[in-house]
Nanobody
Framework: QVQLVESGGGLVQPGGSLRLSCAAS????????MGWYRQAPGKQRELVAG???????NYADSVKGRFTASRDNAKNTVYLQMNSLKPEDTAVYYC???????????????WGQGTQVTVSS
């Protein structure tokens, strides 16, 4: 089975930076998508950044120019570098990935447990 382990969340002041990481482990044949979602209080979960095959990255309009997603294929890890953080960025951030398991053939979407990011002075 696949597990996504997240780290890097915490408390930061407005204008500060955080880097989130999410490592996938298990009997992984391939990962054709890794990304980040977030859910703020009173709001729906939204896509923050996603990387598909070919390293094409999509960003939410609200984070463009401030957040950068990257992927380390050798480590099955996706990162989210968050700069110029705003209070509006406060949310639980969830890693997710579309993964083909070795010997299975099918693709399934997996989710991390979520990590809290709080931007406050």
């Amino acid at each position: 089975q696949v597990q996504l382990v997240e780290s890097g969340g915490g408390l930061v002041q407005p204008g500060g930076s955080l880097r989130l990481s999410c490592a996938a482990s298990g009997s992984i044949e391939s990962i054709n998508y890794m990304g980040w979602y977030r859910q703020a209080p009173g709001k729906q979960r939204e896509l923050v950044a996603g990387i598909i095959s070919g390293d094409t990255t999509n960003y939410a309009d609200s984070v463009k120019g401030r957040f950068t997603a990257s992927r380390d294929n050798a480590k099955n890890t996706v990162y989210l570098q968050m700069n110029s953080l705003k209070p509006e960025d406060t949310a639980v951030y969830y890693c997710n990935a579309a993964i083909r398991l070795r010997g299975v053939g099918s693709i399934r979407v997996y989710w991390g447990q979520g990590t809290q990011v709080t931007v406050s002075s």
